[in-house]
């Protein structure tokens, strides 16, 4: 059974930047998918960031060239970095995985990749942890 727990969330004003961490139990061998989504109060989760078995990453299209999904080599933490934030990234963030299917993604005309993940697709979540970007 996978189990993630979230954390690095805190306050920051525009500009500045911030690093999630999540902390992976359970995998076995074969392919994945982690990601984070977020959810801004009163509103659904939002796909964030996706990264895959060969390290193939997709952003949402609010957070490319901003966010930087990675993760480490045994597998068992996933980062995002965070740059540049402004007030909307405000939203409690949650880290997620699943086993099996391949990251849902679509590439772009300038060759990356936009996540086009739904919460539906995992089973597994974190408590989240939150990020308030002030003005």
């Known amino acids: 059974q996978l189990l993630v727990a979230e954390s690095g969330g805190g306050s920051v004003q525009s500009g500045g930047s911030l690093t999630l961490s999540c902390r992976i139990s359970?995998?076995?061998?074969?392919?994945?998918?982690m990601a984070w989504f977020r959810q801004h109060p009163g509103k659904e989760h939002e796909a964030v960031a996706s990264i895959d078995t060969y390290d193939g990453t997709s952003y949402a299209d609010s957070v490319k060239g901003r966010f930087t999904i990675s993760q480490d080599a045994a597998k068992v933490r996933l980062y995002l970095q965070m740059n540049s934030l402004t007030p909307e990234d405000t939203a409690m963030y949650y880290c997620?995985?699943?086993?099996?299917?391949?990251?849902?993604?679509?590439?772009?005309?300038?060759?990356?990749?936009?996540?086009?993940?739904?919460?539906?697709?995992?089973?597994?979540w974190g408590q989240g942890t939150q990020v308030t970007v002030s003005s």
């Open positions: 359970g995998f076995t061998r074969g392919t994945f998918c």
């Open positions: 997620t995985a699943n086993m099996g299917p391949s990251c849902r993604r679509t590439r772009t005309g300038d060759g990356s990749y936009t996540f086009l993940g739904k919460p539906t697709d995992f089973d597994t």
